[in-house]
């Protein structure tokens, strides 16, 4: 059986909710499980809700009726009338989020985060698959959240990998055609976790893992995995084969294409994965498998942006060195905040970070109470997998460089934007 994973672009509107069956036409569909995200930027359009309830911003009503029109006009694209079930079954999960709200008691940002954030995942999979049922392509939707067990690190849980084994052993047919969300889970007290933002390539990992798939498909707006974003870099190239290892390497320095933690699972039972145009789904994409690194073989470009560039150095000139590096690390596993490349001399230690929940500021108090502390935020992390000297010279052209380092394969270099 395989698993295909439908983004937030490839479910963006009615157009695109209708071109999934083209996609299933070409494939087939008798052995599927699809995980479907979040319907285009419903995401982001939830965290501002998450924001405007917890400031008591009186436009939070707004908000709200903005999304909720949002998917009624996808509704109204895909069903003749306003007859068919999905029309109450969507209503009535607007409902649930509105009670969501107004009967939390939590000020935890990121467990009410969750809550919330998770009505995105079960809306588009409520309107996916009611409209291919109403189509012809039978199948049964599933609740994600009784299938993926996490511990409670909301917004970034870890999976419970024995537990969810056996429920998604037990719970799904793998001769049939699944929906499901991408991106969210549960914990033991059966509160909804998330598994970080673009989550949603992961939670395919996880099921394609658990259930021994044959492949893993991810659709999305490009023709697979580029040697460079393009909506970043100009005449970017096809990749139509990457080693599971250079994917982890591409993904983990910034390659949004792939969420950095659907490889591992993938690899560990060598189940391939196919990334694919939902435009065009009969060209070929690339594929992630065992065998050398890249084919073909070029420099590829990555940037993460919205960085931070941390230098730390001592009071008193003394070393930095393992006692003090390894307190500095255990404070940046305490606020949460992940570390992207490091240097270091005698008395001083600089670190890129990626303060994707917007913990810095904690952490500068404390850090700033040992040490002497300098920053620039809104900084570029670029890296060049498999850089040549024409293709370093190219990216530092016009470029305020702070901080470079090269090892054998990779080029890295943080920038002022
Ligand atoms: P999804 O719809 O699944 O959420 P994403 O938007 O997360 O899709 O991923 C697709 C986007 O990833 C592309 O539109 C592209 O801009 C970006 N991207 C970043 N790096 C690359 C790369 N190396 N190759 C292709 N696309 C890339
Ligand atoms: N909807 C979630 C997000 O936008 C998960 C995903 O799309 O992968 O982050
Ligand atoms: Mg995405």
Redesign the pocket.
Known sequence: MRVFKF??ASVKDAMAVKNVTKVLDITGYSDLLIVV??MGK???ALEQIVDSYLSKNPDLHELLIKLKKYHLNILDGLFKTRQPPVFVKVENLFVDLETTLARNKSTRYDYIYDQVVSF??LISTTIVSEYLNDVGYKNQWLDARELIKTDSSYRDAEVNWENTQKRIIEKVNKNNLSITQ??ISSDENNFTTTLG?????YSAGIFAYCLSADSVSIWKDVPGVLNGDPRRFKDTQLLSHVSYSEAIELAFYGASVI?PKTIQPLQRKEIPLYVKSFLNPDTEGTSVKKGQPLDPYMPCYIVKKNQILISLSSLDFSFIVEDNISEIFSLFHQYHIKVDLIQNSAISFSVCLDDKFDHFEGLLVKLKAKFKVTYNTNVSLYTIRHFTEKAIQTLEKDKEILLKQITRETYQMVAKD
């Open positions: 983004g937030g995200s979040a419903t995401t982001n995105g995942e991408g991106f933002r673009e989550g949603s390539d969420h």
